[in-house]
């Protein structure tokens, strides 16, 4: 029985003929690579009986090369690959921009003074319920009811 280094000094050719004939000219390694598997597993399964090996290890080779290419394509089609116009937008999207403290006051006209820090505190200054209360020397629980008071009264302005 023959080398598999052998076969495989033999049958390079035929690998890269094939991934010429199908037009592949990104990833040629990996798919090689295909090719390569693909010829090992047809030296394995090759029946003498049913033929000549080269036939098979042929076809076995090409088909296996286009199922990979397949799968390939595939991903690309799902894959979106954005234009240079997206990126230079993209710098752009990342800027954050707060309230602005004058019109986030004006939706607190009807609050309490309470409601009106938890509203700026929250909104403007991004603090967390733990952060406000910790500043403000109170506990967690009347912070939230600075919140739950502050959404019922701004409710019921939009209504």
Same mark, same amino acid.
């Given at each position: 029985?023959?080398?598999?280094?052998?076969? =495989? %000094? +033999? /049958?390079?050719?035929?690998?890269?003929? =094939?991934?010429? $004939?199908? #037009?592949?000219?990104? #990833?040629?390694? %990996?798919?090689?690579?295909?090719?390569?598997? @693909?010829?090992?597993? *047809?030296?394995?399964?090759?029946?003498?009986?049913?033929?000549?090996?080269?036939?098979? @290890?042929? $076809?076995?080779?090409?088909?296996?090369?286009? !199922?990979?290419?397949?799968?390939?394509?595939?991903?690309?089609?799902?894959?979106?690959?954005?234009?240079? %116009?997206?990126?230079?937008? *993209?710098?752009?999207?990342?800027?954050?921009?707060?309230?602005?403290? *004058?019109?986030?006051?004006?939706?607190? =006209?009807?609050? !309490?003074?309470? +409601?009106?820090?938890?509203?700026?505190?929250?909104?403007? /200054?991004?603090?967390? !319920?733990?952060?406000? @209360?910790?500043?403000?020397? =109170?506990?967690?629980? @009347?912070?939230?009811?600075?919140?739950?008071? *502050?959404?019922?009264?701004?409710?019921?302005?939009?209504?």
């Amino acid at each position: 029985m023959e080398k598999f280094e052998d076969v =495989v %000094e +033999q /049958f390079t050719p035929m690998i890269y003929h =094939v991934i010429h $004939s199908l #037009n592949i000219y990104k #990833n040629i390694d %990996e798919f090689f690579q295909t090719g390569m598997i @693909a010829l090992w597993e *047809a030296k394995q399964r090759f029946d003498p009986d049913k033929g000549k090996f080269s036939t098979y @290890a042929y $076809s076995y080779i090409k088909g296996r090369i286009m !199922t990979e290419l397949s799968k390939h394509r595939k991903a690309e089609e799902v894959s979106v690959y954005p234009d240079e %116009e997206f990126w230079e937008m *993209a710098g752009d999207a990342d800027v954050d921009v707060p309230f602005e403290l *004058a019109t986030l006051l004006s939706y607190c =006209v009807n609050l !309490t003074e309470r +409601q009106r820090m938890w509203v700026v505190y929250s909104f403007y /200054f991004g603090m967390t !319920t733990r952060e406000i @209360a910790e500043h403000e020397g =109170v506990t967690v629980s @009347a912070v939230k009811k600075w919140r739950v008071g *502050a959404m019922e009264r701004i409710r019921g302005i939009w209504k």
